[in-house]
């Protein structure tokens, strides 16, 4: 019985734990049914055997039947295949890449048919299927730390001192109010402070929470990464969230490993592991020795297909990426520089509102300030000592205030906004920023190197000749060109490939996948050619494969035909490097032609006049050998050497890639802007040139024997000092590898450039981050390239590229307009109150009234200035330097004719208006207050456009400047009409406001005025520093 025990097991085992696939279930029908016989003969033998005695009392007292419950899960797969408790050995197994351990689960076929997944056509994918898996075995994500709530960012606005100082003011000034005037009166003074206060930070702390939430999204976007899978046979894109364990996954060279798993099938596949194990040396990953795939690791070389066996947490990509805190503080240079701007002003306003302090405090202790009744305030002894804190606390509140008026605290909420703003409209422009610097610095190029092939170009690719031998073939139907040649370019062209073919059934219509090169020749070979990639496969067997990398510009196949024992090499690539590889040809009859030095001049010219029209051309060429004359490394692999000479040329193909719409306005907006625009490509340089002049680099006239192009080994031959000075004549390098990328960006940036670079490669990384401005292309490019880059084009267009740019000047051209419009403030109020304190012995400006100043300016004035919308006009003016002040002497100009004014009339008010308007000091100081404020409304109009004279020039089309404005004015009026206690305010009649809205309307002329005062084009400063040091 034990033995039969023993036997129930081990099948239960087996079919539980090594899945078969649904097309064996006949198959498993039948072996459960001879199993089940063989165990109830045991059963009976046993029983005979064993209790001969007792065998006719057995059956006489039970049925003459025996009925067997047999759990065969035979036609319910899906509830036992995903088994839980098996899901922590896979893991394991993969994490601690034991080949042993995996071995005996029966290897990765095993592994694979436990998981029900077909190697070859993937999991089924339909919505059942793909639920199933990820309720046992979870999804793709890891869960993200908690973001800061509202109330941190609250919190952490209590924290400013300035703040403290203030609420301990008001703290104060409530206790003594209450104390002297009773709960009913007593609370408005410290009240009002409090409130103000607290409106302020609330209005800061939700822009920051609000701006927070933004990035956040946007890091979210660039996470989502789009992977090539195979699910019901067909290959297709998905999420990197929507992976499941079994499903088999398609990489190339660039990719990042989605999940881990296992190694199916592929050709010299090299993973980068030093994202996660720190170790630079690639490591080789096949079937036999390491067949392990970790997540969040990088395809160095080759290509390959894995089987998904543990996703999201179950990863060690997923721990670790769980771990890492988002709240990222990253600070652009721009930020930094606002940073000091901020604290030299600060320091300013430091000591103006320390003088006022002591001025304040030695007026009124020697009894020279008088209260509203023209009482002195401070009689000695008689004075209560009530009075006496009281008017300390609001003298330090005044005192306080202005500082905190001083400090422009606003400029770091200003650029968080335009920043947040314009990431958020260039996601729309198809930009997605990675970096926050790259949004400002990109405002500052004066080169942009980039790339051809779906940059410039449109990226569909389409086979429009071909010549085979020195014919050009048009007609593919007719029976002229040899089986035997057709029979080598389906091999060529099929096998020699990283693309796929998916038809579902002989009528269907194929679909190719891949790149747009690769489609373009498959689809030539299978529907003009007529190739039927499935049977090529069968009769066909791989033996090694020399990716394709952008160096060597060529791919190569070591494969047999069944039944043969002729080794068949094919190589793919650039036609002039394949050209040189060959010492003979084949013309369409099949037969084998030396090809001699004319022979050669001819094809070079057959491929120089396809480069003409605009063509990228691509070779093929094959060779035979014997088996016995293959050379083998010490790593097991063939030598290449003995596979690159003397091949034959089997055909040239030419394949047309159209200029994109737009591309040549975009180029030539981007040179009025004074940006330097080069072409680096991988194509020859006749083909280069062709598109150059298409796309509006290079002039249809120019001369072609001059330096503005050249391939990429004459510059890479060039020494250090002729490349240094050649570079800035070159405008195109063709046959260029990732290399020379790198050197050109070197030499533009040691000339003073800043530089920003477009690439798609893996091999792309090391220019993208050598240069100032990285820019990877959203379709083409690998995980990689957009790792290493700092803006993602999203739909791989040039004329994003020129959109990016004009939203770098757009960003740099808003903060410039904050700056000018709070100086402008931060100016008039210091000089009004310090004029005042010291003559008058009171500010005319209460604590109230400046945080209300202060919130118009610093937030909304932010708003309001920091999300305007790019403008033509931002490309009509050169880049601007990287040393360049952020003050500029036409800023200077503007905002000190803006505060000259406002400091005019409102020290006019404050000494002449009551005698002017015949009104009392309350109503006077209102008067001061409204003017000051409408002022700040009326010059945020003339903010708008630095040098521009026409300020309401399309500010229709920004909804948001409008309603901040508006929203403005209404809080004015309610501030001034019936927030009378809080706000310290007397209310104005219809003339009195009339007076107010015409003073601060003045300083339209007046800005419109100004900007016909021409300015000189270096800074100020430098004046003040040469005179300086001219003294010295």
Known sequence: MSNSKVRQYSLFEMCTTLRLSVPHKRWRRAFFVICSSHILVSLAKHAITTKKDQLLAAFSRSPSYTILDIQSNIGDVSPHCFNPDNKALLIDIVKEKNPDRLNQLGGVEA?????????????????????????????????????????????????????????????????????????????????????????????????????????????????????????????????????????????????????????????????????????????????????????????????????????????????????????????????????????????????????VLVVLLVRYFTGNTIDDYGNREFNGSKTKINDILNAVVRIIADAVTIVVVAIPEGLPLAVTLTLAYSMKR????????????????????????TDKTGTLTMNQMKVTEFWLGQDAIKDYGSPTISSVILDLLHQGAGLNSTGAVYKPHSQAVPEFSGSPTEKAILSWSVLELKMDIEALKK?????????????????????????????????????????????????????LTFMGENERKKFEQVIESMAAKSLRCIGFAHKEIAEEELEYREDGKIH????????????????????????????????????????????????????????????????????????GVEFRNYTPKERVEKVDRIYVMARSSPFDKLLMVQCLKQKGHVVAVTGDGTNDAPALK?????????????????????????????????????????????????????????????????????????????????????????????????????????????????????????????????????????????????????????????????????????????????EKKNVFKGIHRNKLFLGIIGITIILQVVMVEFLKRFADTERLDWREWCVCICLAAISWPIGWIVKWIPVPEKPFLSFLKREYNNNR
């Open 770 to 946: 050598e240069a100032d401005i990285g820019l990877s292309m959203g379709i083409q490019g690998t995980e990689v390239a957009k790792e290493s880059s700092d803006i993602v084009i999203l739909d791989d267009n040039f004329a994003s590229v020129a959109t990016v740019l004009m939203w770098g000047r757009c960003v740099y051209n808003n903060i410039q307009k904050f700056i000018q419009f709070q100086l402008t403030v931060n100016v008039a109020a210091l000089v009004i109150n310090f004029v005042a304190a010291i003559s008058a012995g009171k500010v005319p400006l209460t604590a109230v009234q400046l945080l209300w100043v202060n919130l118009i300016m610093d937030t909304l004035g932010a708003l309001a200035l920091a999300t305007e919308r790019p403008t033509k006009e931002l490309m009509e003016k050169s880049p601007v330097g990287r040393t360049e002040p952020l003050i500029t002497n036409v800023m200077w100009r503007n905002l000190m004719a803006q505060a000259l004014y406002q400091i005019s009339v409102l020290l006019t008010l404050q000494f002449r208006g009551e005698s002017i308007f015949s009104v009392d000091t309350k109503v006077n100081d209102t008067l001061i207050f409204n003017t000051f404020v409408l002022c700040q409304v009326f010059n945020e109009f003339n903010a708008r456009k630095l």
């Open 111 to 355: 592994v694979a048919a436990a998981l029900e997944t077909d190697v070859e056509n993937g999991i089924h994918g339909d919505a059942e299927d793909i639920a199933s898996r990820r309720n046992k075995f979870g999804s793709n994500t890891y869960p993200k730390p908690p973001l800061k709530s509202l109330f941190q960012f609250v919190l952490e606005a209590f924290k400013d001192t300035i703040i403290l100082i203030l609420l301990g003011c008001a703290i104060l000034s409530l206790g003594f109010g209450i104390r002297e005037n009773g709960w009913k009166d007593g609370w408005y003074d410290g009240g009002s402070i409090f409130v103000a206060v607290f409106i302020v930070i609330t209005v800061s702390a939700f822009s920051n929470f609000r701006q927070s939430r933004q990035f956040e999204k946007l890091s979210s976007i660039s996470d989502n990464i789009q992977i090539d899978v195979i699910r019901s046979g067909r290959r297709c894109q998905i999420s990197i969230f929507d992976i499941v364990v079994g499903d088999i996954v398609c990489l190339k060279i660039g990719d990042q490993i989605p999940a881990d798993g296992l190694f199916l099938d592929g050709h010299s596949l090299q993973i980068d592991e030093s994202s996660m194990t720190g170790e630079s040396d690639h490591v080789e990953v096949d079937g036999r020795r390491n067949p392990f795939l970790i997540s969040g690791a990088k395809v160095a070389d080759g290509y390959g297909r894995m089987l998904v066996t543990s996703v999201g947490m179950n990863t060690a990509w997923g721990e670790m990426m769980s771990s890492i805190n988002r709240d990222s503080n990253e600070q652009t240079p721009l930020q930094e520089r606002l940073d000091k701007l901020t604290l030299s002003i600060g320091k300013v306003g430091l000591a103006v509102a320390f003088l």
């Open 539 to 591: 009769t066909c067997t791989i033996l090694q494969v020399e990716a394709f990398n952008s160096e060597k510009k060529r791919s190569g196949l070591l494969m047999k035909k069944n039944g043969e024992k002729m080794i068949h090499i094919h190589w793919k690539g650039a036609a002039e490097m394949i050209l040189a590889m060959c010492s003979s040809y084949y013309d369409r009859n099949g037969s």
């Open 640 to 711: 290449e050497k003995h596979s690159e000479e003397g091949l034959t040329l089997l055909g040239l193909v030419g394949l047309k890639d159209p200029c994109r719409p737009g591309v040549r306005n975009a180029v030539v907006a981007c040179k009025d802007a004074g940006v330097h625009i080069k072409m680096i490509t991988g194509d020859n340089i006749f083909t280069a040139r062709a598109i150059a002049i298409e796309c509006g680099i290079l002039d249809r006239n120019q001369d072609s024997d001059n330096e503005e192009v050249v391939e």
């Open 426 to 449: 260039m996601m729309v422009d198809q930009a997605m920023v990675r970096k926050l610097m790259a949004c400002e610095t990109m405002g500052s190029a004066t080169t942009i190197c």
